[in-house]
């Protein structure tokens, strides 16, 4: 899934202080969607990547609790050598394939590149991302 910027809770804290600045309907239709992987932007300052471990539904509910629909999160950390080296921040989602089973986690990536503050400069790595995709 991709969108121009970020859910409710996720990735959306600005350089001010403001928490939560994403969207709640986008929230709600991402945890509907449950994607294996959600990238956006537009807030610089939130730039990184998390895993969203999703709260089990109850049987027959497509109702997800909009306030916080995460059993847990866990922020990807960058090797910073290795970034430097490959020029990008490298998920590898193969290897650890148990972390990435649809519809019970996602991999939410905030790739805004640019800075936060005037002058906006692309000093953010940008993230590559390898998955295993089932053949269709």
């Given at each position: 899934?991709?969108?121009?910027?970020?859910?409710?809770?996720?990735?959306?804290?600005?350089?001010?202080?403001?928490?939560?600045?994403?969207?709640?309907?986008?929230?709600?239709?991402?945890?509907?969607?449950?994607?294996?992987?959600?990238?956006?932007?537009?807030?610089?300052e939130g730039w990184g990547a998390q895993?969203?471990?999703?709260?089990?539904?109850?049987?027959?509910s497509s109702a997800v609790d909009a306030?916080?629909?995460?059993?847990?999160?866990?922020?990807?950390?960058?090797?910073?050598?290795?970034?430097?080296?490959?020029?990008?921040?490298?998920?590898?989602?193969?290897?650890?394939?148990?972390?990435?089973?649809?519809?019970?986690?996602?991999?939410?990536?905030?790739?805004?590149?640019?800075?936060?503050?005037?002058?906006?400069?692309?000093?953010?790595?940008?993230?590559?991302?390898?998955?295993?995709?089932?053949?269709?």
């Open positions: 899934m991709m969108t121009h910027g970020p859910p409710l809770h996720v990735l959306d804290t600005t350089i001010h202080g403001n928490k939560d600045v994403g969207c709640p309907h986008l929230l709600r239709a991402v945890s509907r969607a449950r994607p294996r992987i959600h990238a956006f932007g537009h807030i610089h895993i969203g471990e999703w709260k089990q539904r109850s049987s027959g306030e916080w629909p995460f059993d847990g999160s866990e922020m990807v950390i960058e090797d910073q050598n290795k970034t430097l080296q490959d020029r990008a921040v490298h998920l590898d989602l193969t290897e650890d394939c148990d972390k990435q089973v649809f519809g019970h986690s996602t991999l939410f990536v905030n790739a805004a590149i640019m800075t936060a503050s005037s002058p906006y400069r692309p000093e953010n790595a940008p993230f590559l991302v390898d998955v295993e995709l089932a053949v269709g």
